[in-house]
């Protein structure tokens, strides 16, 4: 900044949006006021910061020599705010309206046939275009062409900052720009930094008793407890559950295979011995209702990836039929094609809702409390976590580990105070 006036009045207005946006508390705020006046003066009379993100890392590393670690924390986080700030308050919309829809379109149609041609699955390719036409709308009336890795950074931080998204969301909206840009614009994005990062939140995952996993299964009935049992007796997903196929089940072996699991991850589970005769007496019903299919003429069940070109006749086949078929039939969303799909999750999420208030459970019940509560009670009977591990499909200990901290055994054998008084 090139006088004290004008860095008086920029670092008010900065202070003013920390205060409307309710960005850092109150008593912070000064704070990350003196670290970007800090960061001003120690750019001199050179050109505006929105043009010097690269001297962020300097003006850091100084800081490093004479405070400590929180302060460069602090002072990091504070000229990303700023940074941000001034591109919000500066951002060019010039362009032509008529133009830019015309090529967003087209940049939509083109993002649609690439994840197909690349094989996304369809909530894949639902998620990553909320996240183009986010980004649509956020671009103005700016042409695709013209967007640059410095967009996508102030992209992520209005996420972070005003529409105020998880940390797991702003990664999946990055994922989803990181695919855009380089398989549909051809640009690589490369790193991203001085982005405001949302926060992580922590939530420890809401897990039934047994008592209360019997109660809550004494208000379902028919298909809806058998894969209510399913999901609790193998620890699935409910889109894993969903998504079974009568060859994924194997009663000698007692396991069930996961096909294309979350990323895209094969594995093996327990099947629940408990479960084993009601299946079986379910899969007599599917029967029935595939051969009622071959006799009307309806097309084959969906196939993954390149399975339909390689062998057409393939989805009329028994073991590739769905365990948990819907009751009628739908037209692909891709393919356009009337066929039977498996039932929908929110079908058994509605049962679930339902039947938690009805045998009085107070917690927030969901499907996937389901499998929350099967990592926790194997955990409780001693399973070996690495086993537990395993079987979820999670890619790393530390997911699974969130588990330990809610299992109602005393891992550690340690005995409160106020136990050895009473």
């Known amino acids: 900044m090139k006088n004290e006036a004008k860095l008086g009045e920029s670092l008010k207005r900065f202070d003013r949006f920390l205060a409307r946006q309710s960005l850092v508390p109150q008593k912070r705020r000064p704070y990350y006021v003196g670290w970007v006046s800090r960061f001003l003066q120690f750019l001199g009379d050179g050109d505006d910061p929105v043009s010097l993100r ?27 705010l700023f940074l941000y700030y001034l591109s919000r308050e500066g951002r060019d919309r010039d362009g032509s309206g008529a133009d830019s829809d015309a090529r967003w379109e087209e940049v939509g149609s083109r993002l649609v046939r690439v994840l197909r041609l690349k094989q996304r699955s369809i909530k894949t390719e639902k998620s990553y ?40 969301t702003q990664s999946q909206a990055f994922n989803a720009l990181v695919f855009l840009f380089r398989h549909v614009l051809d640009q690589e994005l490369g790193e991203i930094r001085d982005a405001v990062r949302a926060l992580p939140r922590r939530r420890l995952p809401v897990v039934l008793t047994r008592q209360e996993v019997l109660r809550l299964f004494d208000h379902l009935g028919g298909v809806n407890l058998l894969m209510a049992k399913l ?8 889109a894993e559950c969903m998504g079974l196929r009568v060859k994924d089940i194997d009663f000698e072996r007692s396991a069930v ?21 009601e299946l079986q007496s379910h899969l007599e019903g599917v ?28 989805g009329k086949q028994w073991e590739w039929y769905w365990v948990f078929p819907s009751s009628s039939l739908s037209v692909d969303p891709r393919s356009r094609r009337i066929r039977r ?15 938690a208030l009805k045998a009085g459970i107070t917690k ?48 550690l054998g340690v005995q409160s105070p106020l136990d050895v008084w009473t």
């Not at 999901?231 to 997903?237: A, T």
């Not at 294309?260 to 479960?275: C, F, H, M, S, Y």
């Not at 595939?290 to 057409?312: C, F, M």
């Open 54 to 80: 690269e001297e962020i890392g300097p003006f850091l590393k100084e800081m490093g020599k004479s405070h400590e670690e929180w302060q460069v924390q602090q002072a990091r986080d504070a000229t990303r």
């Open 129 to 168: 275009l909320h996240w183009f036409w986010t980004f649509r709308r956020w671009c103005g009336d700016r042409l695709p062409e013209s967007l640059k890795a410095d967009d996508v950074r102030d992209f992520m931080s209005y996420l972070a900052v005003e529409r105020r998204i998880s940390s797991s």
């Open 231 to 238: 999901i609790y007796g193998s620890g699935l997903r409910v």
């Open 257 to 277: 295979t996961i096909r294309r699991g979350k990323q895209n991850k094969d594995r093996q589970t327990i099947l629940p011995e408990a479960v084993k005769d």
């Open 287 to 314: 029967y029935r209702l595939y051969q009622k299919d071959r006799a009307d003429g309806i097309d084959g069940v969906w196939l993954p990836d390149a399975l339909e070109r390689k062998y057409p006749n393939a």
């Open 341 to 355: 799909h498996h039932l929908h999750p929110s079908t058994l999420q509605k049962q679930i809702r339902q039947a």
């Open 364 to 411: 927030g019940v969901s499907v996937h409390t389901l499998r929350h509560s099967f990592a926790t009670h194997l955990l409780e009977r001693g399973t070996d976590i690495r086993t537990i591990q395993e079987l979820l499909g999670h890619s790393s200990l530390q997911t699974t580990m969130i588990y330990t901290h809610v299992a109602g055994k005393n891992l």
